[in-house]
C-alpha cells in the first residue's frame, strides 16, 4: 500500500483523463450534500506524514518569541538565515514526537 506522500506525488504528477475530467465536471455541478463521500478517508494528515518540498509549502507566520539569550546567540553565531535554522529545529523536534505518539 503507497504511504500518503506517495499517494500525493502520483496524484499531483499524474495527467488527468478525459474521462476524469468529465467526473470532476459532473461532480462540481452538484450540490455537497449529493456527493457520496462514505468512501473518502476521514480525518487529515498527521503533520509527519506531510513533507516540505515540491508540493507543499507551509504558510509562515510572524510571531514573537522569547528565547534564552544564549540559544539565540548561538544560532546568531551560525551566520546568515538563523531563523530559517531555528524553525527547521522546531519542526524536526515537532515530527519526531508525532511519530513517537
Known amino acids: 500500500m503507497p504511504s500518503f506522500k506517495e499517494d500525493?506525488?502520483?496524484?499531483l504528477t499524474t495527467p488527468v483523463t478525459d474521462r476524469q475530467r468529465?467526473?470532476?465536471?459532473?461532480?462540481?455541478a452538484r450540490l455537497d450534500s449529493q456527493i457520496d463521500f462514505s468512501d473518502a478517508?476521514?480525518?487529515?494528515?498527521r503533520p509527519s506524514d506531510l513533507r516540505v518540498g515540491r508540493f507543499y509549502r507551509p504558510?509562515?507566520?510572524?510571531?514573537?518569541?522569547?528565547?534564552?539569550a544564549?540559544?539565540?546567540?548561538w544560532f546568531r553565531?551560525?551566520?546568515?538565515?538563523y531563523q530559517t535554522r531555528m524553525n527547521e529545529v522546531l519542526r524536526?523536534?515537532?515530527q519526531t514526537?508525532?511519530?513517537g505518539r
Open 8 to 11: 500525493c506525488s502520483l496524484l
Open 22 to 28: 468529465r467526473e470532476l465536471e459532473r461532480l462540481r
Open 41 to 45: 478517508p476521514e480525518g487529515s494528515p
Open 59 to 68: 504558510i509562515k507566520q510572524l510571531v514573537s518569541l522569547r528565547v534564552d
Open 70 to 73: 544564549d540559544v539565540l546567540a
Open 77 to 81: 553565531g551560525q551566520g546568515k538565515r
Open 92 to 94: 524536526r523536534e515537532m
Open 97 to 99: 514526537n508525532a511519530r
